[in-house]
């Protein structure tokens, strides 16, 4: 029974990980042109660095969550374990997500707000994700004591 669940646990959490960070790119990709097409005092703003290293540094930490993501579902379906995978991965998708969806709001500033966006409704939906379904503590939790092998906390 356990074994069973813990799989379906796995699967779950790669899942939404999955999801938050395709939202991610969605949000990097609207930030990235903005950038690029919002023009102020004559040169787009995409062309300051406080603008651009947000956005780097998000494509940075979505893509090594993408491929711990990637790794735990090639050996799901491989039929390996993959809790640490799949733990890890939740976690740096939720972290990274968020950091993109906030980078996206600083680079659309008030027009983030902006119904027609969709800015606002991704970063507050990608929100959800650092608490559930696995809240981040449960996740480190998980690395703490079975990959580490820490004493258990509780």
Known sequence: GWRALTGIFNLERLSTASISLGTAELLLNKAVEHAKTRVVFGRPIGANQAVQFPLAEGKVWLEAAWRLVRDGAEKMDRGEECAFE???????????SNMVADAAMQV???MAFAQDTGIELHWRNLRLFRVGPVPEELALSYVAHNILKLPRSF
Do not use: C, R, T, V
């Open 86 to 96: 799949a733990n890890g991965g939740a976690l740096l998708a939720a972290k990274s």
């Open 108 to 110: 659309f500033g008030g």
